[in-house]
C-alpha cells in the first residue's frame, strides 16, 4: 500500500514530508529510493522520469501533483491505471488572482504609467474606458476559467466564455467547438487562455485566431494572456503579431521551454509580460491532504474524484 | 434659473457640452463668460478660483464635479449654500478597479517579475502567499470604501475597515476612532487609504502610522496604498520609511503638489508606483447627468442628495 513519489523539476522534498505526516501508517518513498515494485498501491508525478512507473504490477492509481495531466503524457510507458487531475480551492483562487491581476493591468494601462514613471512624466489620461467596457474572453470553462471568470464579473468585466464542447455557465455568454470559434473571438479584447494542453489544443493560440479578435476595443489592440500550458501557443506568431499591431500586448506565464532560455526575444519585447509559469502554484499542503483523502476513500471502496477522461486527455 | 460651471485643471469643454445637451431648458455658462450674477441658481465646481463664486445673491446649490470637496475649502468666500459631493457607480467601480490592481500586485509580487524579466532571470518562487494570508486595511468607509471591500474579499484577502465614527459593514471588521486605529494597523499588511481630505485627516500617512502596521506579515514587510487625496500623505516620512525598511512598497496615485514635479524623488523610488491622479476618473457623461437629475429634483422640490456635512466637511 505504499505510495512512490515521482518529482523532477521542482523540490521532492516538501512533498515528501508532507505525506509522511499526512500518511504514518504507509510508506512513501522518494523515486531514487531502493523499494519493492510490487508494494507500490500509489504513485504521485510531476514530470517523473519516462519509463519510471512503468514496472510497477500493483500501481492501481496515479495523481498528478499539478494542475493539468499534460507533463504525464508523453511518457509512452505510463501506466494504464486511472489517472487523477488536482482540483484544488486554493490553486483555483492563485489562478484567479493571476487572471484578475493582468486584466487589469491591461485595461488601467499600468505598463503606460511605467513608462511615464521612468520618465518622470505626468499625463492626463482621465477618460480611460471602465472594465465594463471591455470584453474578456475565457478560453476553458473548467473549474479555473469559471471562477475566473465569475471575479472578473465582479470586477465589471464584460465576460464570455469559450470551451470546446458546449458548456453553459450561469450569468456569462459561452461559446464552443470550431463554429462558435469566430463569433467568440470577433467579441473579445482580451483573450485569457486556461485550457488544458491536449492534441485538440496544441498551438491554439496562433497568428489566425490573433487576427479573428474584435479590432473595434477600447483598449487600442486586442491582447493575450496566457496562463494555461506553454504549448498551447505558437511563440513565433506571438512577437510578429506584436509586432504588427494584430496584438496590442501579451502577458505570459507559459512557454514552450521552460524555464525560458535567455536568449529568446520574448523577454525583451516591450509588449510582453512574462512570469515564470507560477500563476497558479500547486500548495503541497493542500494538494498533499488531497490526495491522502483520496487514498483513504479509496480503500474504503468509495470512488476517486477528479480522474482524467482518456479520450480528452484532461 | 441658469448653472454656471467653474473648472481649472481640467478641460471644461465636456463638462459645458453636455451640461447644454442634457438642459436644453436652461443657460449653462462658463466662467470667464459674461453673464449676470442674479441669474446663477447653481453653480457646478472643479477647483473654481477662489472668490469667483462669491457674489451670486441667488446661488442655491453648489456641485463638485469630482470625488472630494477639500479643492472647494481652500475658498475662504465659499458662498454658504448647500454643497453636493459627487456619488458615482462609474467612479466607484473605477476606483475599485485601481484598489484591486494594486493590491494584487504587491500580492502577486508583480514588481519582482518586472525585475527579473529586465535582467532575463527566470526564479522559481513558488510559494507565494494567497490573499487569503493577507490582510487588507481599508482607511476610509464610505461607497468608496466599501465598494473597494466588498471586491477585494471576493478576491480572497482578508479585509478589515477603519473609518473615523465608528460604522458596520456586513462581513469585515471595523475600527473606529483614535482608539480603534492601534488595533486596526496591527492587523495590516496593505492599507489602502481612501479618506475624504478635512482638517483631521490631513497629513494621517505619516510615519508614527506606518510604524504601527504589521510586521509579521506575509509580503516582506507593509505596503501603503494613497487614492485617496495628497494632503493626506507626509511624503517625506513615506521616502524614510521605504528607505529604512519601515514599509516595503507604497503605491502614490496623490500629491502634495499636482502633477508631481520632476524633481520630485518619489518618482525614482525603485519601491514607489505613481500614477498620475487618475485611480477614479470622473466621467463628465456620468457626473452630468446626475447633476442635471439633482437640479430637476429641486425644482420639483424634493430633497438634495449627498449633501456635505459643513461640521465634517464630507
Redesign the interface.
Known amino acids: 500500500m505504499s505510495l512512490l513519489v515521482a518529482i523532477t523539476q521542482?523540490e521532492p522534498e516538501p512533498w515528501i514530508e508532507r505525506f509522511r505526516r499526512l500518511m504514518p501508517e504507509r510508506a512513501v518513498i522518494a523515486l531514487g529510493e531502493p523499494f519493492n515494485p510490487a508494494e507500490i498501491r500509489y504513485a504521485a508525478s510531476w514530470k517523473h522520469p519516462p519509463g519510471s512507473l512503468a514496472a510497477l504490477p500493483n500501481l492501481q492509481v496515479l495523481f498528478s501533483l499539478g494542475a493539468g495531466v499534460d507533463h504525464l503524457m508523453g511518457d509512452p510507458q505510463l501506466p494504464a491505471v486511472p489517472v487523477v487531475r488536482v482540483v484544488d480551492d486554493?490553486l483555483t483562487?492563485?489562478m484567479?488572482?493571476?487572471v484578475?491581476?493582468h486584466c487589469?493591468?491591461h485595461?488601467?494601462r499600468?505598463r503606460a504609467?511605467?513608462a511615464?514613471?521612468r520618465q518622470?512624466l505626468?499625463?492626463?489620461?482621465?477618460?480611460?474606458p471602465?472594465?465594463?467596457h471591455v470584453r474578456v474572453g475565457i478560453m476553458g470553462l473548467g473549474v479555473l476559467g469559471q471562477d475566473a471568470a465569475r471575479?472578473l464579473k465582479?470586477?465589471?468585466f464584460d465576460v464570455a466564455g469559450w470551451s470546446r464542447s458546449p458548456r453553459s455557465v450561469e450569468g456569462m455568454a459561452t461559446f464552443a467547438g470550431a463554429e462558435g470559434l469566430d463569433r467568440f473571438l470577433a467579441r473579445t479584447d482580451i483573450l485569457v487562455c486556461l485550457l488544458p494542453l491536449t492534441q485538440d489544443t496544441r498551438h491554439i493560440l496562433n497568428r489566425s485566431v490573433f487576427a479573428r479578435l474584435a479590432r473595434d476595443g477600447r483598449l487600442g489592440g486586442p491582447v493575450v494572456i496566457n496562463a494555461g500550458r506553454g504549448g498551447l501557443q505558437v511563440e513565433a506568431d506571438i512577437l510578429a503579431a506584436l509586432d504588427d499591431g494584430t496584438l496590442k500586448a501579451a502577458t505570459l506565464d507559459v512557454f514552450k521551454t521552460?524555464?525560458?532560455p535567455?536568449q529568446s526575444p520574448l523577454?525583451?519585447h516591450p509588449a510582453l509580460?512574462?512570469?515564470?509559469h507560477?500563476a497558479a502554484?500547486?500548495?503541497p499542503e493542500s494538494i498533499a491532504v488531497q490526495i491522502a483523502e483520496q487514498i483513504r476513500n479509496v480503500e474504503r471502496g468509495e470512488p476517486l474524484r477528479n480522474v482524467v477522461d482518456p479520450r480528452t486527455g484532461y
Do not use: C
Open positions: 521542482w486554493d483562487n492563485r484567479s488572482e493571476y484578475v491581476l487589469l493591468m485595461l488601467r499600468q504609467y511605467d511615464q514613471q518622470k505626468w499625463l492626463d489620461d482621465r477618460f480611460q471602465g472594465a465594463h471575479k465582479v470586477m465589471g521552460e524555464p525560458l535567455p523577454w525583451t509580460t512574462i512570469t515564470p507560477n502554484m500547486s500548495d
